[in-house]
């Protein structure tokens, strides 16, 4: 089966610093990767879809890697702020049979220092 | 506005019995999916519903039961089979056809508490 590997530990970092989150995933490479934001107690929010034939994605501060090979996908934050605290969670979808259920890791927290 | 709600936010009960957590969305969204969240872990499937009248189990099925009546409302209940039920639930919706149809819209959350 499919499993997901975040980085259990939390990432601590400057303010205005680039932080960089890994999702590695075994077994057969998924359809499509996304990454979402989740603030304590509260439900996740989605950030950025990222198919299995596109390298590279950006939004605003954001950007996504999907490197099949390495199977691995990389999540950076530019010019971090302390308003980007939040845990990071990947997930990723096979895309076969129709079934668009996507598998979550379980994120990696990341806390912005001013 | 357009959304996806729970209700309610915390919900406390005894063991033994079954409660039911409510989600409605009118996001017009065709999937529909509950998921549990302990601390430090992802989150895992419970069920999902794909179209009106049907549902499929996920990972984590047992000791929980849910219905689709209509489009708009997923409601989950925990039996008092369920030997472990205090945990954060998530519901979420998906649109399945667009360009980000798989794209997940999550509720708030119903934290439950078993005492």
């Known amino acids: 089966s499919q499993k997901i590997e975040q980085n259990s530990e939390a990432l601590n970092i400057q303010e205005g610093k680039t932080a960089t989150l890994t999702c590695n995933y075994t077994?057969?490479?998924?359809?499509?990767l996304q990454w979402y934001r989740q603030d304590p107690g509260r439900g996740p929010v989605f950030l950025l879809l990222?198919?299995?034939?596109?390298k590279e994605k950006r939004k605003e501060r954001l950007k996504v890697t999907f490197d099949t090979t390495l199977k691995q996908s990389l999540f950076h934050i530019t010019a971090s702020q302390p308003a980007d605290s939040a845990t990071y969670l990947c997930a990723l979808d096979l895309g076969s049979g129709g079934s668009y259920i996507p598998t979550f890791g379980r994120g990696t927290s990341l806390i912005v220092h001013p | 506005d357009g959304g996806i709600t729970q209700s309610p936010k915390y919900l406390f009960r005894k063991e033994g019995q079954n409660v039911t957590l409510s989600c409605e969305q009118n996001l017009n969204h065709d999937a529909m999916y509950w998921y549990r969240q302990d601390p430090g872990q992802g989150l895992r499937l419970i069920y999902y519903s794909q179209i009106v009248n049907d549902f499929q189990k996920g990972d984590i099925a047992e000791g929980y039961s849910v219905s689709r009546e209509k489009k708009e409302s997923f409601p989950l209940t925990v039996t008092s089979a369920q030997k472990n039920p205090t945990a954060f639930y998530l519901c979420?919706?998906?649109?399945?056809?667009?360009?980000?149809?798989?794209?997940?819209?999550f509720g708030p959350g119903t934290r439950l508490t078993v005492l």
């Open positions: 979420a919706s998906s649109p399945l056809t667009g360009g980000d149809y798989n794209e997940q819209f």
């Open positions: 077994n057969y490479s998924p359809a499509y």
């Open positions: 990222i198919r299995e034939n596109e």
